[in-house]
């Protein structure tokens, strides 16, 4: 039988700290109906006492959610305890999360105090917030720089006092994986009482081994992880929750398993990105750009061989919806076949061979080849050809006027005429081809690039088109971004 794994997501509170990414409450509520559908046990849902819109951010996330347990973070201070107990009245299950430093570093130039006091304070912030809630957890803040032996007395301390949850925060990032993990086998065979309590972690990123150290502090007995969406947070940031999660759905031998829905993980990546204004990294594991993107041609020709070749998780488990076979001067002539032959091209080995000549040419002088590179290649007269070609644009736009777009499209012959009116020049332009086309398609990705420089620029478009389950691309170049940016539209539409 497998193991349980709480799941405490802190991206609405440790993630929030993050300079410039600060969100509002509407934001704040948005991002903790998504985690609840993702799946996560407790929600961190701010510092009440730290701000009236933290404190407000609290009350309104306890409304709008119901399954997770709502958690405030305070200090070991009786007027933060109120004031969280206060935002948390209107949680279905409701926790403040209390703590206080335990290293000699906070203890002696933090707090200037000493070990005993810091014990007393402790527990006296442990049963004070017991008088409003029957969950409390405790954090022993910079427990990855506490000597173990009195770490241990403070955990037993606060676990008589009351505390469901005991924190054993790598506050710094300083523990290496086996010391982390160590420090929590040290607490569960140690510590007398530990079995009324939950060992959480939460580790920070500093040396790059926040991931490592939460895994090892799992193996090791923790069965509470503090982590967030991204791995956002204070300087290099917090554990990703999605890595965790997929390193347990990845290694079932630990036995261990958590409540996530692992497909919408990269949903939630993407919202928590756009929000925060916080771009993901392309290399980052489970959500970045390049997280199943294959560029080397040995690669290329084993992952279209057998996908598990070279990757270790489907992308659609994470919510992505195929591997990307990045056409670039590594690649090989089986990817190469394979993007012609998805373009609607199936060649003989001659003519592939003569292609594949011309097109590592062109790979070497661009970093990587487009669609619209590949039609050249072959020779195709596609644009003169396809079904669906634009004869005019006109759009009508300005800082106090809606703006409306006219569109022409000439569909087999045939023409047709649309007015529509968006929240830009360049929605509404793709409103007014959707109501032409009547066809069920989501945009999915919209991506502008400039060529050369000046106001004068060539801007290229690219657009990511859901039709049904199909995934289909665009692309579109012009000095008018509004008519790049239809192009990219029919041009995806023509793959249809």
Same mark, same amino acid.
């Not at 170049?477 to 239809?486: H, L, Y």
């Given at each position: 039988?497998?193991?349980?794994?709480?799941?405490?997501?802190?991206?609405?509170? %440790?993630?929030?700290? =993050?300079?410039?990414?600060?969100?509002?409450?509407?934001?704040?509520?948005?991002?903790?109906?998504?985690?609840?559908?993702?799946?996560?046990?407790?929600?961190?849902?701010?510092?009440?006492?730290?701000?009236?819109?933290?404190?407000?951010?609290?009350?309104?996330?306890?409304?709008?959610?119901?399954?997770?347990?709502?958690?405030?973070?305070?200090?070991?201070?009786?007027?933060?305890?109120?004031?969280?107990?206060?935002?948390?009245?209107?949680?279905?299950?409701?926790?403040?999360?209390?703590?206080?430093?335990?290293?000699?570093?906070?203890?002696?130039?933090?707090?200037?105090?000493?070990?005993? %006091?810091?014990?007393?304070?402790?527990?006296?912030?442990?049963?004070?917030?017991?008088?409003?809630?029957?969950?409390?957890?405790?954090?022993?803040?910079?427990?990855?720089?506490?000597?173990?032996?009195?770490?241990?007395?403070?955990?037993?301390?606060?676990?008589?006092?009351?505390?469901?949850?005991?924190?054993?925060?790598?506050?710094?990032?300083?523990?290496?994986?086996?010391?982390?993990?160590?420090?929590?086998?040290?607490?569960?065979?140690?510590?007398?009482?530990?079995?009324?309590?939950?060992?959480?972690?939460?580790?920070?990123?500093?040396?790059? *081994?926040?991931?490592?150290?939460?895994?090892?502090?799992?193996?090791?007995?923790?069965?509470?992880?503090?982590?967030?969406?991204?791995?956002?947070?204070?300087?290099?940031?917090?554990?990703?929750?999605?890595?965790?999660?997929?390193?347990?759905?990845?290694?079932?031998?630990?036995?261990?398993?958590?409540?996530?829905?692992?497909?919408?993980?990269?949903?939630?990546?993407?919202?928590?990105?756009?929000?925060?204004?916080?771009? =993901?990294?392309?290399?980052?594991?489970?959500?970045?750009?390049?997280?199943?993107?294959?560029?080397?041609?040995?690669?290329?020709?084993?992952?279209?061989?057998?996908?598990?070749?070279?990757?270790?998780?489907?992308?659609?488990? =994470?919510?992505?919806?195929?591997?990307?076979?990045?056409?670039?001067?590594?690649?090989?002539?089986?990817?190469?076949?394979?993007?012609?032959?998805?373009?609607?091209?199936?060649?003989?080995?001659?003519?592939?061979?003569?292609?594949?000549?011309?097109?590592?040419?062109?790979?070497?002088?661009?970093?990587?080849?487009?669609?619209?590179?590949?039609?050249?290649?072959?020779?195709?007269?596609?644009?003169?050809?396809?079904?669906?070609?634009?004869?005019?644009?006109?759009?009508?736009?300005?800082?106090?006027?809606?703006?409306?777009?006219?569109?022409?499209?000439?569909?087999?012959?045939?023409?047709?005429?649309?007015?529509?009116?968006?929240?830009?020049?360049?929605?509404?332009?793709?409103?007014?081809?959707?109501?032409?086309?009547?066809?069920?398609?989501?945009?999915?990705?919209?991506?502008?690039?400039?060529?050369?420089?000046?106001?004068?620029?060539?801007?290229?478009?690219? *657009?990511?088109?859901?039709?049904?389950?199909?995934?289909?691309?665009?692309?579109? =170049?012009?000095?008018?971004?509004?008519?790049?940016?239809?192009?990219?539209?029919?041009?995806?539409?023509?793959?249809?």
């Amino acid at each position: 039988m497998e193991d349980r794994l709480f799941v405490f997501d802190t991206t609405l509170r %440790d993630g929030e700290q =993050v300079p410039g990414c600060q969100l509002n409450t509407v934001e704040k509520i948005e991002v903790a109906q998504a985690l609840e559908g993702l799946g996560v046990d407790i929600i961190e849902a701010g510092f009440p006492i730290s701000s009236p819109g933290d404190f407000n951010s609290v009350v309104e996330i306890s409304k709008a959610v119901s399954n997770p347990i709502i958690c405030a973070l305070t200090r070991a201070v009786e007027k933060d305890i109120d004031v969280a107990a206060d935002a948390l009245k209107y949680a279905k299950r409701g926790r403040i999360h209390t703590g206080i430093g335990t290293s000699s570093y906070h203890i002696k130039y933090k707090l200037n105090s000493n070990p005993e %006091d810091i014990i007393e304070r402790a527990v006296r912030a442990v049963k004070y917030a017991k008088k409003y809630v029957e969950d409390v957890e405790f954090y022993a803040e910079d427990a990855g720089r506490t000597e173990n032996e009195y770490l241990a007395r403070v955990i037993e301390a606060v676990i008589t006092a009351g505390a469901t949850v005991v924190n054993i925060p790598d506050t710094t990032g300083y523990c290496l994986p086996q010391m982390y993990g160590e420090k929590i086998k040290f607490l569960k065979e140690n510590v007398k009482n530990i079995d009324k309590a939950i060992i959480s972690t939460h580790c920070h990123n500093d040396l790059g *081994m926040a991931t490592a150290n939460t895994i090892s502090g799992v193996i090791n007995g923790a069965r509470q992880v503090e982590v967030t969406i991204n791995g956002v947070g204070e300087r290099a940031g917090n554990t990703s929750l999605e890595e965790v999660a997929m390193i347990l759905k990845s290694h079932k031998s630990l036995g261990i398993s958590t409540a996530i829905q692992s497909e919408r993980i990269y949903m939630l990546s993407r919202m928590v990105s756009n929000l925060m204004n916080m771009p =993901v990294q392309p290399n980052k594991a489970i959500v970045g750009r390049n997280a199943f993107a294959h560029s080397s041609g040995i690669h290329q020709d084993g992952v279209l061989k057998n996908r598990e070749n070279y990757e270790i998780i489907d992308p659609k488990e =994470v919510g992505i919806n195929e591997s990307s076979i990045v056409l670039t001067a590594r690649s090989g002539r089986a990817a190469l076949k394979h993007r012609l032959h998805m373009l609607g091209f199936d060649l003989d080995k001659n003519k592939i061979d003569q292609v594949y000549e011309e097109f590592l040419k062109l790979a070497d002088k661009k970093k990587s080849i487009s669609d619209d590179d590949l039609f050249f290649l072959v020779g195709d007269a596609r644009r003169e050809e396809r079904k669906i070609k634009l004869d005019y644009i006109q759009v009508i736009s300005g800082k106090s006027i809606t703006p409306v777009a006219v569109i022409q499209l000439d569909i087999s012959g045939e023409k047709f005429e649309a007015t529509a009116k968006g929240n830009g020049p360049v929605d509404a332009a793709i409103k007014a081809v959707k109501k032409i086309i009547k066809r069920e398609v989501i945009l999915e990705e919209f991506l502008i690039q400039a060529i050369t420089k000046g106001s004068d620029d060539v801007g290229k478009v690219h *657009m990511q088109v859901a039709h049904g389950d199909r995934m289909l691309h665009g692309f579109g =170049v012009n000095t008018d971004i509004v008519t790049a940016s239809v192009e990219a539209f029919i041009d995806a539409l023509n793959k249809i």
